[in-house]
């Protein structure tokens, strides 16, 4: 089993970034898709969710209106879309898969972590 967050990098503040979390090693479209991230000093924080089939989501309301979670089951990868990013934004991200959506949240009934990736907002 792997699950793999890429696409991190370094970019100005108000620019964007996409993030990849790629699965292999299990049944990709019977999970949900939780993003989490963690910044240096700091807890590890929800950011968003995705349903097994793409149709429901959840958002932090810090990312709400900026941050777009998608996913491409017949790729096996799921999307974080991130515009308008702040330097507040900084942080390790990581993905997670999990059976139901609504608790990813959470971090209830997550079975998978994957690693993380270096997101930098500069100012």
């Known amino acids: 089993v792997q699950l793999q967050a890429s696409g991190g990098g370094l970019v100005q503040a108000g620019g964007s970034l996409r993030l990849l979390c790629t699965a292999s090693?299990?049944?990709?479209?019977?999970?949900?898709v939780g993003w989490f991230r963690q910044a240096p000093g700091k807890e590890r924080e929800f950011v968003a969710a995705?349903?097994?089939?793409?149709?429901?989501?959840d958002y932090a309301d810090s990312v709400k209106g900026r941050f777009t979670v998608s996913r491409d089951n017949a790729k096996n990868t799921a999307y974080l879309q991130m515009s308008s990013l702040k330097p507040e934004d900084t942080a390790v991200y990581y993905c997670a898969a999990g059976r139901t959506w609504r608790t990813i949240r959470s971090e209830y009934g997550i079975d998978y972590w994957g690693k993380g990736t270096q997101v930098t907002v500069s100012s």
């Open positions: 995705i349903n097994e089939r793409g149709r429901f989501t």
């Open positions: 090693g299990f049944s990709f479209d019977d999970y949900a």
